[in-house]
């Protein structure tokens, strides 16, 4: 998740955002930097008021790590548009800056910064996994697997027969009914939402390949840290 200073900083600058973002032009770039993942991508599409759109995407980089918002930054100042580039270049100082004197405070107030900084968590594995599951981990899964395995994956997720049905109802296609499921399971675990439960759940399944590359990415995130 974003960290407290990151958000403080990008708060500030949400009527500019609201109004200014190209949302439609950069949603590609978002999507290949991993910062937004196909399903919200073709969500944000779907919505044909700007301001709402734009209201959206903002919602969803609040629940993105602070490097993901430094890389939206690059992504506006990659615009055609002058104001817009000069807007991603003002945002990115001004988050650098709140960046820079927590890095330089962490000798004299780790706990202090720990509490701040991305990751920080009583279980820094868990925190990890947690950290853009929608955006990396939940896109393998629902490129993957098979629509006849749906129920069983909701299942043993603990969503409701009422929840699952209703997903089908309202999401077309495939990736999307996946991907829902997913989402629902996140949403109703809150904090306690750990990707291991559902590595688990897909080996409960037999889906040992899928299974296995979500803890290839998993190792290799940690390598990354």
Request: net charge negative; proline share 0%; hydrophobic share 35%.
């Amino acid at each position: 998740m974003i960290s407290n200073k990151v958000r403080n900083v990008f708060r500030k600058y949400l009527r500019r955002l609201y109004k200014e973002t190209p949302t439609i032009e950069i949603i590609n770039e978002l999507v290949a930097e991993k910062i937004l993942s196909s399903y919200d991508a073709n969500r944000l599409r779907k919505i044909d008021v700007e301001s709402e759109r734009n209201f959206e995407l903002m919602e969803i980089l609040q629940k993105r790590r602070d490097k993901d918002i430094i890389q939206f930054c690059k992504i506006l100042q990659d615009c055609q548009v002058q104001t817009i580039q000069e807007l991603g270049k003002e945002l990115e100082m001004e988050l650098m800056k709140v960046m820079e004197a927590v890095d330089s405070n962490s000798g004299e107030a780790s706990s202090s910064v720990n509490e701040d900084r991305i990751g920080a968590d009583a279980d820094s594995n868990k925190s990890d996994n947690n950290s853009e599951m929608d955006t990396e981990f939940f896109d393998i899964i629902a490129e993957k697997l098979d629509i006849g395995d749906l129920l069983r994956l909701g299942n043993l997720l603990r969503l409701s027969a009422t929840e699952i049905d209703e997903i089908k109802l309202r999401e077309h296609s495939r990736y999307d009914k996946v991907y829902k499921v997913l989402k629902s399971w996140e949403n109703k675990a809150g904090q306690n939402a750990d990707i291991s439960v559902v590595v688990a759940a897909l080996r409960k399944m037999e889906k040992t390949s899928i299974a296995n590359q979500l803890e290839e990415k998993i190792a290799e995130r940690k390598r990354s840290i």
